[in-house]
T-cell receptor, first 117, second 114 residues
Framework: AQKITQTQPGMFVQEKEAVTLDCTYD???????LFWYKQPSSGEMIFLIY??????QNATEGRYSLNFQKARKSANLVISASQLGDSAMYFC??????????????FGAGTRLFVKA | DADVTQTPRNRITKTGKRIMLECSQT?????MYWYRQDPGLGLRLIYY???????NKGEISDGYSVSRQAQAKFSLSLESAIPNQTALYFC?????????????FGPGTRLTVL
């Protein structure tokens, strides 16, 4: 079964506007973490933001915020004030068993974001 | 200097050839991983290692082997490369502790098997 689902293969956004990239996950483990990574055209993987399953507040890092809806098992990434440099592939990922040293990170298929000038 | 380095960055090889991809890290992390990325599939785990004496298969280890020569070095070998091993390969590291510590990725090695 797919554990991480990113339903948007591609997204367009106008520069300076906000955009939401969807991610749903599936787990029965109560202790897990959710990650977002950015992959620009140069290929490297850049960590953006992390949300723990027990975190009470949604994570924020600069222009990135994670809209965590635990009951819906969704962890959408919100990018505010999009910039041309935000054009990239974005991956949602999950790691289960955090409180027991879980290490396996499962990645979604990714969403390619295009920011238009 | 990059914390996680991979060599080579690009490689074109022929079917049946043996090839080694190397990864080095200066982060002092115990855990190291090899992933491959294919379009539409995200990243999939090939092998992982918790220390030099601990090597484990990931979800797609067939056709691959690894060696953890030191805490800082983790290499991936394709004993007899085949075209469907054409992919972008990433090495990653993480700390050995519980909690949501992120993985740090190398720049990737783009491998083409003809």
């Amino acid at each position: 079964a797919q554990k991480i689902t990113q339903t948007q293969p591609g997204m367009f956004v106008q520069e300076k506007e906000a955009v939401t990239l969807d991610c749903t996950y599936d787990t029965s483990d109560p202790s897990y973490g959710l990650f977002w990574y950015k992959q620009p055209s140069s290929g490297e993987m850049i960590f953006l933001i992390y949300q723990g399953s027990y975190d009470q507040q949604n994570a924020t890092e600069g222009r990135y915020s994670l809209n965590f809806q635990k009951a819906r098992k969704s962890a959408n990434l919100v990018i505010s004030a999009s910039q041309l440099g935000d054009s990239a592939m974005y991956f949602c990922a999950m790691r289960e068993g955090l409180n027991t040293g879980g290490f396996k990170t499962i990645f979604g298929a990714g969403t390619r974001l295009f920011v238009k000038a | 200097d990059a914390d996680v380095t991979q060599t080579p960055r690009n490689r074109i090889t022929k079917t049946g050839k043996r090839i080694m991809l190397e990864c080095s890290q200066t982060k002092g992390h115990d855990r190291m991983y090899w992933y491959r990325q294919d379009p539409g599939l995200g990243l999939r785990l090939i092998y992982y290692s918790f220390d030099v004496k601990d090597i484990n298969k990931g979800e797609i280890s067939d056709g691959y082997s690894v060696s953890r020569q030191a805490q800082a070095k983790f290499s991936l070998s394709l004993e007899s490369a085949i075209p469907n091993q054409t992919a972008l390969y990433f090495c990653a590291t993480s700390e050995l502790r519980t909690g949501g510590n992120e993985q740090f990725f190398g720049p990737g090695t783009r491998l083409t098997v003809l």
